[in-house]
């Protein structure tokens, strides 16, 4: 899960992109994966809570992967007018771990 490495406390991915929706070009960035992960690296976030300022590289990189696909399967997660994220990634990257450990225990139990 995404932390604040100033403060520890937990971080919506949803207010997370948010913080990148400034960037001119970042329906650009959705189109490939390396430069969307690469931008994101060097990207300042500021932490709501502590109100600290971070670069992306400290978030988990399997997290900002998921974030990417889901961003991507969901075309209308985001509005671009308004400049909000619609979609609840923290809730969706939290179902999907959970998916992937039922699958692991599913795949454990099969003959
Ligand atoms: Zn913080």
Redesign the pocket.
């Known amino acids: 899960m995404a932390k604040?490495?100033?403060?520890?406390?937990p971080?919506k991915w949803e207010t997370l992109i948010e913080q990148m929706l400034i960037l001119p070009n970042f329906r650009e960035l959705l189109k490939d994966r390396e430069t969307f992960l690469k931008t994101l690296e060097d990207f300042v976030f500021k932490?709501?809570?502590?109100?600290?300022e971070?670069y992306g590289r400290t978030l988990p990189r399997g997290e900002a992967e998921k974030v990417f696909e889901l961003l991507n399967d969901f075309k209308e997660g985001i509005d671009y007018e308004r400049k909000v994220v619609r979609l609840k990634l923290t809730n969706l990257l939290a179902l999907e771990v959970m998916l992937e450990e039922w699958d692991r225990r599913v795949k454990r139990r099969a003959p």
């Open positions: 604040c490495p100033v403060c520890g406390r971080l932490c709501p809570e502590c109100k600290e971070f």
